[in-house]
């Protein structure tokens, strides 16, 4: 019978498999080699996860999109219905010649609409900056706010804004005001954001692609999710940025979203005092974000922070017809109470602990302790130890030395015992430590004889005048005072030519010379050694600074965060509500700063605690753009938040920390470049995802505010403010960007000190140092403390070697003669309480009165609005 052409295999079951423990592969090199690193892991012991089949599957899937989609309804509804939210529009002109005024006019044409506020015969101080604008075609209403070229204003507007306009010119390059604009709105968070360019008519056709996309292309660059750019000569073009506006959902901005927030309409003021200086402050807008609470906290931008005495519904500002763009409010009537605060449950004012001065730790030793301590360094220093002290003076090892030798001459020999693999003497009988005198001579430099005790301290006193014989070198040397000296000023010279060829804080961070005036041990008293600096206890609560008694601390910064959340939504009253919030012992100075023409005002709602001031620790990154020096305590201006404050941060590595840690992080004198770094302030409190701003305090003078307070006699604590600077409308030099870490008291800023010296003496791994330490007493203190090189090597100080600070170290390894020798010392470091408010400087009212008028009877190019 013919064979079957085709493909043919051999079943499965006669495919031969072999034991893997008779295998030649099998050996422990071969089976390390084949897992390559992997180990076997134990499972962690959890629920089984059930297994899902595909009808499951793609009910879960279905029951997910439901639920997007209720959120965004919910989020968007407050922007439809008859009495519906409007959304906050902010133009803001990037070019000199650019005019959000224009801006304004334009979208009101594109859908045949005008306003009186495009009048040439309304006065400018008769409108407000803010444009109501209804669009009947589309069902939606805004606000339109058309910002002037004043920085601050800006920032405070498009941190409220739903959608945020930038007004370009195709004529005129965008300044550096508009680039310090874009760099901070987008550092600070904003909603969404579109571009429009005039004058694009002016240019020849031929340039006008080319002259968009540049101009598309330096928008992409800052935010990249523009998607056009809209012109505004063409009305079609800007019809479509109208229904952008519209239709587009705005993008959410997550820190701000956590709290209630409104822009303010309406404000009047009602004195209660009776000298008229404080008062009632009704402030009125459409409420956004979070619930509302009346127990909470509300906070005015650059004005500071107050209490809720009631929350009144207020009438619809606009009437139920759309397109009706007068602004005219609704009829009166009367005023629906919808919250009042709870006195059991309100937040007071309350920012700062009263420190009890009673309970102050009290960890200064005693007379008696230090007369004990001066006389027991005396005795160790003339040589009479008693019984328990050895471990201050160090272990007594005995070795051989050379007839003759004196105790003095044998601190110079290295000990041969020490290094590895060394000869011994094999001269067994003689007993080890004794010389043919029979005196033992102790590594710590004192002498030990059969004899009275009073020996002890004639030998050691006459070995401080003895001179040096290195063992095992041909020459002496004379070590006195004036080669001491000499020495010491080569020492220093070396120092500084090698410090001044490099940097000196990113070749030699922190070195310190120790000074020859004062010891050591009183000059860096409050210094310790760590064996380990991420591992080594260090107790958080220990010798904290009196301003540590005002703040507040919480117990865990996250666990309080998704508490204060959980209260926050149950607040009663809702978002998208027209509501009048009553504040009580408001200043008559507030209300007097309003100027609906020429400032808009927002509010935001405070969760719990947040009044209250605690140690607040941002993780910022260095701008790229800025260039100048950054040192730790130099007056900034830190905005994070809705908060604008002038601190003096110090700043540490942006280190993790986690279980294990001793949370300890190293102190930077410098806020170096192309490195993240911790700012630690005292401040308020802010929970959520908060964006950090810092600036750069001394660009313009401004206004100086005297917010100076007297030093408490009763407390001793210096409650004294640094007077701040009233911000004017140009911008300051953004430094850093970054976000709030956590607010915890507890986190140790170390700063370091690194004492060097150099290496006289080398054999195998011992060496002699000098210049690290310039008396006895000072190499016996920091005996416990490790040292190392910089070459990698470790070891201990073993003994000093007579008076001028010669000490005898210890390494694990081979030492070179050319490598110099650390001891890293740390401190902990407190930032300083001089955190001041923020303010803005008075708005400059000398605009001329018909601005618009002029504006409006020439051509179409737009006066710039710097004049306001």
């Excluded at 003021?269 to 200086?277: H, L, R």
């Excluded at 070195?511 to 107790?539: C, H, I, M």
């Excluded at 400032?599 to 993780?619: A, I």
């Excluded at 750069?696 to 409650?719: E, F, I, R």
Aim: with cysteine; charged share 25%.
């Amino acid at each position: 019978m013919a064979r079957e052409t085709g493909d043919f295999h051999h079943r499965s079951t006669l495919t031969q498999k072999n034991k893997p423990f008779k295998s030649r592969h099998a050996t422990k090199g071969a089976l390390k080699a084949r897992a390559k690193g992997k180990v076997q892991r134990m499972g962690v012991k959890r629920k089984a996860l059930k297994t899902q089949t595909k009808a499951e599957r793609r009910n879960s899937a279905k029951v997910a999109q439901q639920l997007k989609r209720e959120a965004l309804a919910n989020a968007n509804r407050i922007f439809t219905g008859r009495h519906r939210t409007p959304k906050i529009v902010a133009i803001v002109p990037l070019c000199p010649d650019a005019s959000a005024l224009q801006v304004a006019r334009q979208l009101f044409a594109a859908v045949d609409q005008t306003h009186p506020a495009f009048d040439p015969d309304t006065k400018h101080d008769q409108l407000g900056m803010t444009v109501p604008f209804h669009v009947d075609r589309f069902k939606q209403s805004f606000q339109l706010v058309q910002l002037p070229r004043h920085f601050w204003q800006i920032m405070d507007v498009t941190k409220v804004a739903d959608y945020v306009v930038f007004a370009l010119s195709a004529t005129v390059e965008v300044d550096a005001f508009g680039e310090a604009c874009l760099s901070a709105i987008q550092a600070q968070g904003c909603g969404t954001t579109f571009a429009t360019v005039d004058h694009l008519d002016t240019i020849t056709a031929k340039a006008r692609n080319d002259t968009k996309k540049s101009l598309m292309s330096f928008m992409h660059f800052f935010f990249p999710e523009t998607e056009k750019l809209h012109a505004l000569d063409a009305p079609q073009d800007t019809l479509g940025l109208v229904r952008s506006l519209a239709s587009q959902h705005p993008r959410t901005v997550h820190w701000r979203e956590w709290r209630p927030y409104l822009m303010v309409d309406q404000l009047e003021y009602q004195p209660e005092s009776a000298d008229g200086q404080t008062g009632a402050l009704r402030v009125t807008g459409f409420l956004r974000g979070n619930a509302l609470s009346a127990d909470r906290l509300v906070h005015l931008p650059n004005h500071g922070d107050f209490q809720v005495r009631q929350v009144v519904a207020a009438p619809y500002p606009f009437s139920g017809r759309s397109g009706n763009n007068t602004g005219e409010a609704a009829m009166d009537t009367d005023p629906e109470v919808l919250d009042t605060p709870n006195p059991e449950t309100r937040d007071d004012l309350v920012a700062e602990n009263e420190p009890d001065l009673l309970q102050n730790e009290q960890t200064w030793p005693t007379e008696e302790e230090l007369a004990e301590a001066d006389s027991r360094i005396e005795r160790l220093r003339k040589g009479v130890v008693f019984e328990g002290e050895m471990d201050l003076s160090g272990s007594q090892v005995t070795r051989r030395v050379p007839k003759g030798t004196s105790s003095y001459q044998a601190e110079w020999i290295v000990d041969s015992e020490d290094e590895d693999g060394s000869d011994l003497s094999s001269d067994e009988d003689m007993s080890d430590g004794m010389n043919d005198e029979g005196v033992e001579i102790p590594t710590g430099g004192l002498v030990k004889h059969a004899a009275e005790a009073e020996e002890y301290e004639d030998v050691a006193l006459e070995t401080d005048q003895m001179s040096v014989a290195n063992y095992g070198s041909d020459d002496d040397e004379e070590v006195d005072a004036d080669e001491a000296a000499r020495a010491l000023e080569d020492h220093k010279r070396r120092q500084k030519e090698r410090r001044e060829a490099n940097d000196e804080e990113l070749a030699y961070p922190d070195e310190v010379d120790t000074p020859t005036d004062v010891s050591a041990r009183v000059r860096f008293q409050k210094y310790r050694g760590l064996e380990n600096f991420r591992n080594s206890p260090w107790d958080p609560y220990e010798n904290l600074p009196l301003d540590y008694g005002r703040i507040f601390q919480l117990r865990s910064y996250r666990r309080a965060q998704r508490r204060v959340r959980e209260v926050a939504d149950d607040a009663p009253v809702g978002a998208g509500r027209y509501v009048t919030l009553v504040l009580t012992e408001v200043p008559a100075t507030v209300a007097a700063a309003w100027h609906p023409s020429t400032s808009v005002w927002t509010m935001f709602g405070l969760l719990q605690h947040e009044h209250k001031m605690s140690v607040l620790n941002f993780n910022l990154t260095r701008s790229t753009e800025y260039t100048e020096p950054i040192r730790s305590k130099d007056r900034v201006l830190l905005q994070y938040g809705y908060r604008r404050l002038w601190v003096n941060p110090i700043y540490s590595h942006s280190t993790g920390g986690g279980k294990g840690t001793n949370n300890v992080h190293k102190f930077s004198r410098f806020f170096q470049p192309g490195n993240a770094a911790v700012a630690t302030i005292f401040a308020p409190i802010q929970f959520g995802p908060v964006h950090a701003l810092m600036f750069h305090s001394n660009a313009t003078p401004g206004v100086q505010l005297d917010t100076g307070l007297p030093t408490d006699v009763a407390t001793g604590l210096d409650t004294s403010r640094t007077a701040t600077v009233a911000l004017t409308r140009e911008p300051l030099p953004l430094m850093a960007t970054g976000q709030l870490l956590e607010a915890s008291p507890t986190r140790i800023v170390a700063k370091r000190v690194v004492l060097t010296g150099d290496i006289y003496r080398v054999h195998r791994r011992s060496a002699v140092i000098r210049h690290m330490f310039f008396n006895r007493e000072d190499v016996m203190w920091f005996k416990p403390v490790e040292i190392y090189t910089k070459q990698g090597r470790r070891g201990h100080l073993r003994a000093p070697i007579g008076s001028h600070g010669y000490t005898k170290c210890i390494f694990n390894g081979q030492v070179k003669q050319i490598d110099h020798v650390c001891m890293n010392l740390y401190k902990r470091v407190f930032p300083k309480w001089t955190t001041a408010p923020c303010t803005l400087a008075p708005p400059d009212l000398s605009y001329p009165q018909d601005w618009q008028a002029e504006t409006l009877a020439g051509d179409d190019t737009m006066m710039v609005e710097e004049d306001l």
